[in-house]
């Protein structure tokens, strides 16, 4: 029998017949060590143990495999696969041993989603900044300190691009289900929706390369007066009753008034000839997403939720989730009282981009000490070659805002969230933001080594130029 000399740098983990050793470089180890399990477990257990039904299951077990999931980018059930075959995945979560069987059922995301909703990502993501960061004084400074970077993005929803014949032909086909279930419960006979009709009509529009403005409007009219006529058979079918609960269920009835909505909206546009409602809903199955126009090279209009963060030191803070298409301008305020908040006093800086050099916002910030760095208004005091340095400044540290909306989007998937409810998609989001921090808080000591070489590397650049410029011939 060959018996190995056990590493320094490893550690007997789970007792079976074999010694395992794990080795304590694994980044689920040390992703394990920068998170403050007992401190998630008081806030955990308050939202999940209601004193109905059986016991939740640990905060570690839970959050932990809801950060695998977003960390390697998998489905629910390739999340649960994985930890089933991964060692350090099964540390990670807090298991006392290697186990072949599966920790939940993979379904059991989605209400575990519904309960963690962005705002306790928000805890869990402070909990563990605050867990990682050297104590300090008691006593709050006097003046600013800190530099926080600003910006506003959009994450996107995994819904099929909207139009107005799509979202009609849903609606009808909606429709024309919860007609059968009523008729079917209630044993009533069938009403004539034409939907091989209404179908054909769909598809003789949809599936043209090319339609004229003329021939769209008229495939809208004639959806509109089948979703019109589905309605008005439903109010027949459920004349005279008051309680619907025993012929549709919940879902049906959210339904059942989102294409109520649909068709109040939709009428309102073809009746006024125009594209543009207050609150316009472009998916029946999501109707929380709201179109979003930005403007960017490639997708004019967005869907999905305006978020708006702050980076300081690296660290990522989601200060706003919104699925209104707000002015962001106001998030400036917002990102510098939670500064406020976390650290007893105001930024000394914040770098932001030209939407957020509002006046008003201006003023605010001179109130509190805080520069606010951009274009002054007025006559300039300063030089042009002072204030271009600034700016380029200002700009060059601004990036780490847009490398991390990059990071997010194309590592992680923020910009195609599948979650098709709110609160699993705020949960999804604000997962993904714990995901970012921890990845930086493993890496920061590797960052501030590389940061310190290529500092004193300057300034022995600087003072030996003359040897580096120097001509060879």
């Known amino acids: 029998m060959i018996r190995v000399k056990p590493d320094k740098n490893q550690f007997i983990l789970f007792p079976n017949p074999f010694d395992e050793h794990l080795d304590l470089s694994n980044r689920w180890i040390k992703f394990s060590q920068k998170i403050p399990w007992d401190k998630i477990e008081h806030h955990y257990t308050s ?13 570690r077990l839970v959050v932990g495999a809801l950060i695998i999931k977003h960390h390697e980018n998998l489905s629910d059930e390739a999340t649960i696969q994985a930890i089933s075959e991964n060692l350090y995945m099964q540390y990670f979560v807090g298991l006392p041993s290697f186990t072949k069987e599966q920790i939940f059922t993979p379904s059991l995301f989605v209400e575990i989603r519904k309960r963690l909703g962005a705002d306790y990502w928000q805890i869990i993501n402070e909990l563990i ?13 006097d003046e600013p300190q800190g530099t926080i970077n600003i910006d506003a993005t959009i994450v996107e929803q995994d819904i099929t ?26 044993h009533q006979t069938k009403p ?19 339609c004229s403005y003329k021939e769209i409007r008229k495939s809208n009219g004639k959806q509109l007066s089948y979703v019109y006529r589905n309605l008005k058979h439903i109010d027949n079918l ?6 619907l609960t025993p012929l549709l269920n919940r879902h049906q009835l959210k339904y059942l008034q989102v294409i109520q909505t649909v068709f109040e909206q939709q009428h309102y546009m073809y009746k006024n000839k125009t594209n543009k409602v207050s609150d ?56 510098a009282e939670n500064y406020f908040r976390r650290n007893s006093c105001y930024p000394a800086k914040i770098n932001a981009d030209q939407k957020y050099m509002t006046r008003e916002n201006r003023n605010w910030c001179k ?24 700016l380029r400044q200002s700009a060059s540290e601004r990036n780490c805002v847009e490398g991390k909306f990059g990071q997010a989007k194309r590592r992680y998937s923020m910009d ?10 705020e949960s999804m989001i604000g997962a993904i933001v714990v995901v970012l921090n921890l990845i930086r808080l493993v890496q920061q000591h590797v960052y501030y080594f590389v940061k310190t070489f290529y500092f004193l590397f300057r300034v022995f650049y600087q003072k030996n130029m003359r040897y580096f410029l120097k001509p060879t011939f």
């Open 416 to 425: 195609n969230i599948k979650a098709r409810l709110k609160a699993t998609s």
């Open 280 to 335: 316009r809903i472009v998916s029946i199955h999501q109707p929380h997403v709201r179109p979003m126009v930005r403007g960017k090279a490639g997708s004019l209009v967005e869907f999905g939720s305006k978020i708006g963060i702050a980076i300081h030191d690296g660290l990522t803070f989601l200060d706003t989730l919104s699925w209104n298409n707000y002015n962001e301008a106001d998030d400036l305020k917002v990102s």
């Open 161 to 186: 691009y909207p139009t107005d014949l799509k979202i009609l032909n849903d609606s009808r086909e909606k429709l024309e289900e919860i007609i059968d279930v009523i008729c079917f419960k209630t």
């Open 129 to 141: 900044i605050e867990h990682n960061q050297p104590k300090r004084d008691e006593e709050p400074p």
């Open 367 to 390: 109130e509190r000490g805080i520069h606010l760095a951009g274009k002054p208004l007025g006559r300039r005091a300063k030089s042009e070659e002072e204030l271009r340095k600034e």
């Open 47 to 59: 939202r999940m143990d209601k004193g109905m039904g059986t016991v939740a299951k640990d905060a």
């Open 192 to 210: 004539r929706t034409y939907r091989r009709v209404a179908r054909r009509d769909f598809l003789n529009t949809a599936k043209k390369k090319n």
């Open 238 to 243: 459920l004349a005279g009753r008051i309680n």
